[in-house]
Nanobody
Framework: QAQLGESGGGSVQAGDSLRLSCVASGRTFSTFDYDMDMGWYRQAPGKEREFVARIDWSGVNTSYAEAVKGRFTITRPNTKLTTYLRMNNLTPEDTAMYYC?????????WGQGTQVTVSS
């Protein structure tokens, strides 16, 4: 089985911070799977799902959407099966459902999402 559990969403004011967490569990995922990328996407009402950030197995190589560069930080502790998304200086434009994605050898796994709502 493969499960992704997201948490950390909530309703905040503009300028606040949140940290999202995603834990991968199940026999599909292994700490030693060097091909396992983890990332975050988001989908606002009426819009397409969009890329936010990703991190490779090593935790060293990351990439971000332009809209979040300098404000969001993705990390991955040594356990390798968890990823965090630290979101600073949130704006109403960041309001969306945030989804965790794991990619292993070209196969994508998605979580159920965690809602982030930012009010001005």
């Amino acid at each position: 089985q493969a499960q992704l559990g997201e948490s950390g969403g909530g309703s905040v004011q503009a300028g606040d911070s949140l940290r999202l967490s995603c834990v991968a569990s199940g026999r599909t995922f292994s700490t030693f799977d060097y091909d396992m990328d983890m990332g975050w996407y988001r989908q606002a009402p009426g819009k397409e799902r969009e890329f936010v950030a990703r991190i490779d197995w090593s935790g060293v190589n990351t990439s971000y959407a332009e809209a979040v560069k300098g404000r969001f930080t993705i990390t991955r502790p040594n356990t390798k099966l968890t990823t965090y998304l630290r979101m600073n200086n949130l704006t109403p434009e960041d309001t969306a459902m945030y989804y965790c994605k794991v990619q292993i050898r070209g196969v994508n796994y998605w979580g159920q999402g965690t809602q982030v709502t930012v009010s001005s």
